[in-house]
């Protein structure tokens, strides 16, 4: 049988992505065709390291194939993958590809130690991470880190001082923590705060990212929009509780990005301390604090739902002790992994769906 390259091609163009629903041909996700008379192997290029579908679409390819060619012939292929972006010509940040805004309209639910589970989860999966830890009156990324007492390193380039993050557990940090004493407290007006903001995107060495998350302070403040008036964020995550309180406060700052003059995608809505599951006994579920809102308020305003993570003591302590629930094994690091999967397909169909988001330009 004589098979070319265009045969498998033709056969591979019956194959779609589950999420973004376009054929991979179609999505220039085959690479480096290669046939022998024993032998057919090809590259997929998946648009995430953390795609969940991967061995699916695998299966696919193969069936696809096979009907062309039958039964009796190798079939090779290689699973790479390549993080999709709309941010090619971004003058700031311009080897990152998505920024991903994690918001909370209250505080106390859990918004940091989300956003460092998932900024590790992502970087296990084998995604090049970066954090920004924006809250800068209470910042916790250092402590949740284990790296509280480190100072990042300054390097002058051009004349100009530049930030070196740190980098722990595969992911580059900077936080105004590992700038001030631990003890001080940070008594600034909003301006000081914002312009602090400004300086990790501005005078950080960032490098290449596949996303660099923001972890922002509660509520909808100075902060929020110094964000999306400096960089185009890619898309925002609400995280809240099943608390009716804390959903009052979550519908606040989800509806801040859906405004028509801020007009940020939200990519999904994570409800922490959904239930709480002891550890001896992981599958009895409590609804302490209510059961399905995060659940609810996705629905309402038709964003997707990514992740529950439960309430679990291993997940305080992991935060007290700088090593990330994530890195050990049970139900809050598959929750965590789960979690970092979905956000990575929505951040893929979004930016195969959307337009770039554009910077905001604002007068208040």
Known sequence: MNIQSSDILQALSTVQDPDLKKDLVTLNMIKDIAITEDKISFTVVLTTPACPLKEKIRKDCEEAIQKVVGLDIAIDIRMTSSVTSLRDNAPLLRGVKNIIAIASGKGGVGKSTVTTNLAVALAQSGAK??????????????????????????????????LVPLEQYGVKLISIGFLTPPESAIVWRGPMASSALKQFINDVNWGDLDYLLIDLPPGTSDIHLTLVQTVPVTGAIIVTTPQKVALADAMKGLTMFKQPQINVPVLG??????????????????????????????????????????????????????????????????????????????????NATFTSTKKVELTV
Request: charged share 25%; hydrophobic share 40%; net charge negative.
């Open 129 to 162: 991470v970066g954090l920004i830890d924006a809250d800068i009156f209470g910042p916790s990324i250092p402590v949740m880190f284990n790296c509280e007492r480190e100072q990042p390193e300054v390097r002058v380039v051009n004349g100009k001082n530049i």
């Open 269 to 350: 809505v994570v409800e922490n301390m959904a239930y709480f599951t002891p550890e001896e006994l992981p599958e009895n579920k409590y609804f302490i604090f209510g059961k399905d809102g995060g659940k609810t308020l996705a629905e309402k305003f038709g964003v997707p739902f990514i992740g529950q993570i439960p309430l679990v003591q291993s997940i305080r302590e992991s935060g007290d002790s700088g090593l990330p629930a994530v890195l050990k094994e049970g139900i809050t690091a598959t929750a965590f992994r789960d979690l970092a999967e979905n956000l990575a397909r929505q951040v893929a169909i979004r």
